[in-house]
């Protein structure tokens, strides 16, 4: 099936400095990316979606400046938080999809657990 | 509005016994629908999905989930459970009228008693 890996797997920073987040489609060509917050027992909150080649289209209430996102190629984009704050400390998901059909199944990566000291 | 339903937080059941992990939707159009399954601190495994076709849908790990329109409902099911099914199951749904975006439910927590 699809793979989606994420790296860092998991990341501890101080407060203020920033984090890149990348996530790569191993074997298939992501048309679609996303990008998903994770409170602790708490569902997915999408944050932002991102097609190859243009700008990311963010949720409400998710500040752009913040929350970059870059999807360069139609294997990998990043999420960079900037000036991290102990408050952006959460699990961050990303999902690819591929080339328009008829499945619209999202694949996921393994996740990012983020630390803001 | 698109929107998914979990209205179990936690389903306990016995190894062996048969399992259900309820859902319903509300979308625009016709649904695509899939079920996922979280370990802890893990992304989330794609388990199955209803796009059409067959009310009755076979998925990974020996689960199924029957898409009930009437009901509009997505059940997932599995006729013996394990213990190594225990994790946190989320229903999604995407509306054919909409952009690409998922809607997740709240997550069900399964634990699955030896």
């Known amino acids: 099936g699809a793979v989606v890996s994420q790296h860092p797997s998991r990341v501890i920073c101080k407060s203020g400095t920033s984090v890149k987040i990348e996530c790569r489609s191993l074997?298939?060509?992501?048309?679609?990316m996303f990008w998903y917050r994770q409170f602790p027992k708490q569902s997915l909150m999408l944050m932002a979606t991102?097609?190859?080649?243009?700008?990311?289209?963010?949720e409400q209430g998710v500040e752009k400046d913040k929350f970059l996102i870059n999807h360069a190629s139609l294997t990998l984009s990043t999420l960079t938080v900037t000036s991290a704050h102990p408050e952006d400390s959460s699990f961050y998901i990303c999902?690819?999809?591929?080339?328009?059909?008829?499945?619209?199944?999202?694949?996921f990566g393994p996740g990012t657990r983020l630390l803001v000291l | 509005a698109q929107s998914v339903a979990q209205p179990e937080d936690q389903v306990n059941v016995a190894e062996g016994n048969p399992l259900t992990v309820k859902c319903t939707y509300s979308?625009?159009?016709?649904?695509?629908l899939f079920w996922y399954v979280q370990y802890p601190n893990r992304g989330l495994q794609f388990l199955l999905k209803?796009?059409?076709?067959?009310?009755l849908v076979k998925g990974s790990y020996g689960f199924e989930a029957e898409f009930n329109k009437s009901q509009t409902s997505f059940h997932l099911k599995k006729p013996s459970a394990l213990v190594s099914d225990s994790a946190l199951y989320f229903c999604?749904?995407?509306?054919?009228?909409?952009?690409?975006?998922?809607?997740f439910g709240t997550g069900t927590s399964l634990t699955v008693i030896p």
């Open positions: 209803y796009i059409t076709g067959d009310n």
């Open positions: 991102s097609n190859e080649g243009s700008k990311a289209t963010y």
């Open positions: 999604a749904v995407r509306g054919t009228t909409t952009g690409n975006q998922f809607y």
């Open positions: 074997d298939f060509q992501a048309t679609t």
């Open positions: 979308v625009s159009g016709n649904p695509y």
């Open positions: 999902s690819a999809r591929g080339a328009s059909g008829s499945d619209r199944t999202q694949y």
